[in-house]
């Protein structure tokens, strides 16, 4: 229900912008956050986005870079990925859960029901 897509081997200091698009989903009910996770690390937050499009909530390390948003008629969302360094290499997730607050979002992992199969970024010269 939901497919990730959008990622690739860029080299530092470049651009990526993530899809995600849901199918099957209410999405306009729906918080999506997007989270990673690089090898031999546990799965992190990275972003995510309110129902109402509204809220917001970024990881410390990508403040300033990443930008989440979403397109409801679409039911898409998008991070745009700016200004990528080594350390953002890691496979992608999307992920969406129902909440009653249309003006919360969550990073963490366990607060979420539906993911993606994930899309993997690497930043190398």
């Known amino acids: 229900q939901l497919v990730e897509s959008g990622g690739g081997l860029v080299q530092p200091g470049g651009s990526l912008r993530l899809s995600c698009a849901a199918s099957?989903?209410?999405?306009?009910?729906?918080?999506i956050g997007w989270f990673r996770q690089a090898p031999g690390r546990e799965r992190e937050g990275v972003s995510c986005?309110?129902?109402?499009?509204?809220?917001?909530d970024y990881q410390d390390s990508v403040k300033g870079r990443f930008t989440i948003s979403r397109d409801d008629a679409k039911k898409m969302v998008f991070l745009q990925m700016n200004s990528l360094g080594p350390e953002d290499t890691a496979v992608y997730y999307c992920?969406?859960?129902?909440?009653?607050?249309?003006?919360?979002?969550?990073?963490?992992?366990?607060?979420?029901?539906?993911w993606g199969q994930g899309t993997q970024v690497t930043v190398s010269s």
């Open positions: 099957g989903l209410k999405l306009g009910f729906d918080v």
């Open positions: 992920a969406a859960v129902e909440l009653r607050d249309p003006f919360r979002c969550s990073l963490q992992s366990g607060d979420y029901d539906y």
């Open positions: 986005i309110s129902s109402s499009g509204t809220r917001f």
